[in-house]
């Protein structure tokens, strides 16, 4: 199928062009475009992420150098700096967002049934968290987070299986935590795990309201008055159990809030001699399964720590809000576009391996799944085993 293709064709043969089209059409993104379509300014960003490639000069002068297989590779002609600039800095970056949550939704189906995710719920399980990525305020004015500093915030609700993002919010690294709970659909039936920035009762009243259920942990200063506790076995002690018990808040605000009984876990980590107390509007599940929610949330925490060190979202190839955008969401489109290489395919390797061999392999014309099942591995990083397992 793949004979005689290069390695970059074979991984785009993954994306569906036509579908990409809907969302250009939608936003009208190839109007009065001469040369460089949609198609073909996010086949350049991909190359670039594939490709580690750390500034916009750096992936033209890649691409120059290989101008003569720049057909084969779908880009047709070669592209000059300027016109990928002013393409990033000027396209509406909402095409390339339709697009990667369509990837996103492919990817999910694929991990659906991944054994990773070793807890039996009724519903799908989300961890809610954020990070900021830090930027040069003279650089990037429009992104002004303190006097001397710039940043944009990623708000991520990753599916516990796979590992897949299935919703990401950028906004100023102004914007607190718990706003974006005001943005999320939720899912009847769902978990939605955080820590305790997004304690806020009036919006967790909105999560119970609409079905779903959440788990995350109480502040020091939290009133509440118990009902009454549930009995505690000798097994649900030494597993770290210290208490089970059905509380209202005693709050005044937080009492008219959120009116409602809620169930409080205090639970002992014995690993690192901590103390956690979950608050959670699930009476149902068994407790340690609710600690065990939370410790699975951590998750969220490697996905930004691995797209970090993996990706290219840090360093940007442009200073607009719209190009920052453009370049984050073409990361989370080669991000979804891997993962569904590597389940489609049966890769046994990790993300981080897979990306590292096709960093140096885009030009090669071996089939994918030849290049992945040799037994060579001397193109491996010697520390590839401390690297972040994201799958």
């Not at 002004?144 to 500093?149: P, Q, V």
């Not at 906004?171 to 607190?176: F, L, N, R, Y």
């Not at 409602?260 to 002992?268: A, D, V």
């Not at 979804?336 to 140096?360: G, P």
Request: hydrophobic share 40%.
């Amino acid at each position: 199928m793949f004979k005689g293709q290069y390695i970059f064709t074979q991984i785009i043969h993954f994306l569906s062009e036509y579908e990409f089209q809907q969302c250009v059409q939608e936003f009208r993104g190839d109007k009065h475009v001469r040369s460089l379509s949609c198609w073909r300014q996010m086949l350049c960003m991909i190359f670039g992420q594939l490709g580690k490639r750390e500034s916009l000069r750096d992936l033209c002068i890649c691409l120059e150098v290989h101008k003569g297989k720049l057909y084969h590779l779908g880009l047709q002609v070669e592209v000059k700096r300027i016109t990928l600039r002013d393409a990033n800095e000027q396209r509406d970056y909402r095409i390339f967002e339709k697009f990667a949550y369509k990837l996103i939704a492919k990817a999910r189906k694929l991990y659906l049934n991944d054994n990773e995710f070793s807890l039996e719920l009724s519903g799908i399980a989300y961890a809610l968290d954020s990070t900021t990525i830090d930027l040069c305020l003279a650089l990037f004015p429009w992104a002004k987070f303190r006097k001397t500093k710039a940043g944009i915030k990623l708000h991520t609700l990753m599916d516990f299986k796979g590992n897949i993002p299935s919703f990401i919010y950028i906004t100023d690294a102004k914007m607190a935590d718990v706003n974006v709970l005001d943005v999320i659909i939720f899912e009847a039936g769902a978990f939605y795990v955080m820590d305790r920035g997004y304690l806020d009762f009036a919006r967790l009243y909105s999560i119970h309201t609409a079905g779903a259920f959440f788990v995350t942990r109480a502040k020091h200063n939290t009133k509440m008055r118990r009902l009454y506790s549930k009995p505690i076995t000798a097994n649900k002690k030494a597993s770290g159990i210290r208490c089970d018990q059905i509380v209202v808040l005693t709050g005044q605000k937080s009492s008219k809030s959120y009116p409602e009984k809620l169930r409080r876990i205090k639970f002992y980590d014995a690993e690192n001699n901590r103390h956690y107390v979950f608050l959670t509007n699930n009476f149902t599940l068994p407790a340690l399964v609710i600690a065990d929610l939370y410790r699975y949330r951590w998750q969220v925490e490697l996905f930004f720590k691995w797209i970090k060190q993996h990706l290219q979202v840090q360093s940007f190839w442009g200073y607009s809000e719209n190009a920052v955008k453009t370049q984050i969401w073409v990361a989370m489109v080669s991000y979804s576009l891997v993962a569904i290489v590597k389940k489609k395919l049966e890769l046994t390797q990790s993300m981080h391996e897979i990306l590292q061999i096709l960093s140096i392999s885009l030009f090669d014309k071996t089939p994918v799944k030849q290049l992945f099942s040799t037994k060579n591995k001397m193109f491996f990083n010697k520390n590839s085993e401390q690297q972040i397992q994201m799958f």
